[in-house]
T-cell receptor
Framework: AQSVAQPEDQVNVAEGNPLTVKCTYS??????LFWYVQYPNRGLQFLLK??????LVKGSYGFEAEFNKSQTSFHLKKPSALVSDSALYFC?????????????FGDGTTLTVKP | KAGVTQTPRYLIKTRGQQVTLSCSPI?????VSWYQQTPGQGLQFLFE???????NKGNFPGRFSGRQFSNSRSEMNVSTLELGDSALYLC??????????????FGQGTRLTVV
């Protein structure tokens, strides 16, 4: 069975500092990994994904994530945080590449960026 | 290209009533998934439809049901509403080819309040 964990409920950073939101996963086969962001009372917005290839994936709004197979991690990063990055972030994984409905989402991490 | 559209955005219902929520996926997307989001439980998968067939199902009681039409629009129905059904209901669509399913594209959600 697949699973995903976001070990931190809350991450606080100062504006301009680098940020990291952690995600670890467990799958039997090859993982397909995703990050989404959610602003209050809105749906989730896709940020980036890892399917195959380069371990460093670049996405929207300056975010990137590093796939680490040995540590089964897919941490979300940004070199310089903005106040507007404050939101709820979800990591998701699936191992069935043809079936989006088999995605498992983490519990979410609330990122707060303070001016 | 229009995104995923969910209607209505807000609903207030009384315990014991039933409710139907609607989701129009992105044109060409045949996979539609439904999620329930609550502060305490996070993002919970309800079910997924693909080409009018329920392909995956989460762990929800039979009061929660859905269907998909030939134009890929989907509806979910909740009967005999309970206070605990108050939540943000999210719909997501994805494009599935023979080899791969894309990331999920989410709608804005329907905020259901049961009183």
């Amino acid at each position: 069975a697949q699973s995903v964990a976001q070990p931190e409920d809350q991450v606080n950073v100062a504006e301009g500092n680098p940020l990291t939101v952690k995600c670890t996963y467990s799958v039997s086969g090859n993982p397909y990994l995703f990050w989404y962001v959610q602003y209050p009372n809105r749906g989730l917005q896709f940020l980036l994904k890892y399917i195959t290839g380069d371990n460093l994936v670049k996405g929207s709004y300056g975010f990137e994530a590093e796939f680490n197979k040995s540590q089964t991690s897919f941490h979300l990063k940004k070199p310089s945080a903005l106040v507007s990055d404050s939101a709820l972030y979800f990591c998701a994984v699936r191992e069935d590449r043809t079936n989006a409905g088999k995605s498992t989402f983490g519990d979410g991490t609330t990122l707060t960026v303070k001016p | 290209k229009a995104g995923v559209t969910q209607t209505p955005r807000y609903l207030i219902k009384t315990r014991g009533q039933q409710v139907t929520l609607s989701c129009s996926p992105i044109s060409g997307h045949r996979s539609v998934s439904w999620y329930q989001q609550t502060p305490g439980q996070g993002l919970q998968f309800l079910f997924e439809y693909f080409s009018e067939t329920q392909r995956n199902k989460g762990n929800f009681p039979g009061r929660f049901s859905g269907r998909q039409f030939s134009n890929s629009r989907s509806e979910m129905n909740v009967s005999t509403l309970e206070l605990g059904d108050s939540a943000l209901y999210l719909c997501a669509s994805s494009l599935t080819t023979g080899r791969m399913s894309t990331e999920a594209f989410f709608g804005q959600g329907t905020r259901l309040t049961v009183v």
